[in-house]
């Protein structure tokens, strides 16, 4: 297992995972309504799951615990391999977004993730710069969010396919009767997933 840095897909640096990693990192504070933009390329020829989670706690026993969504590429669904895809109960049951008739892998992929943990609902939306499709749907959780997290699942640890990505910022949307909206910059992001020199506080997940 490694972490490794690739080419940058927006800006001056991207993060990247390969063989069997996953990685996370928790939020300052937990956040019951908020929305997460990212770009990310997943690899053509991943064996199992490869994405982003959002989970209600900081926990570092598995990549899933109190998972509430996850969203990514799941390899080992045949055709389905090519779509990407989300899932509210930790990797059980997917459900698959069509992006036109593209293949997905290995396409800059530009995720929004908005949640809110009050209303128990999310939305997905993603594009990769031609087609854009978006998704409502139940929450199965009403705690906040209190952790990121991306995360590549190889059985054949001799491939060395990766998942590459940047973020492009996270938004504190206030609840009802809340005065504005809190809008966080690149700078939080860069504390919660490029900060690497500062490994005492990056949470590395079992997997």
């Not at 598995?62 to 990514?72: C, M």
């Not at 090519?82 to 459900?95: E, G, K, L, P, W």
Request: with cysteine.
């Amino acid at each position: 297992m490694y972490v490794e840095q690739f080419a940058p897909l927006d800006g001056d640096g991207s993060w990247g995972l390969s063989d069997t990693y996953a990685l996370g990192r928790g939020l300052s504070n937990s956040l019951a309504v908020g929305q997460w933009t990212l770009l990310a390329r997943h690899g053509s020829d991943v064996n199992s799951f490869c994405g982003f989670n959002l989970r209600t706690s900081t926990s570092t026993e598995s990549f899933k615990t109190d998972e509430i969504l996850r969203f990514g590429i799941n390899y080992d669904e045949g055709a389905n391999a090519m779509r990407v895809c989300f899932s509210t109960n930790a990797d059980a049951d997917y459900a698959y977004l069509d992006l036109g008739d593209d293949d997905v892998r290995d396409a800059d992929l530009e995720y929004s993730i908005a949640w809110s943990t009050v209303a128990g609902s999310f939305t997905l939306g993603v594009g990769n710069g031609k087609d854009y499709v978006e998704v409502t749907a139940d929450l199965p959780s009403g705690s906040p969010v209190a952790m990121l997290g991306a995360g590549i699942f190889e059985m054949n640890l001799d491939d060395k396919d990766d998942l590459t990505f940047d973020d492009y910022g996270i938004s504190v949307i206030p609840e009802p009767g809340a005065a504005g909206t809190v809008v966080l910059g690149a700078w939080l992001l860069q504390r919660l997933f490029r900060s690497r020199i500062r490994r005492t506080s990056r949470h590395v997940l079992q997997v």
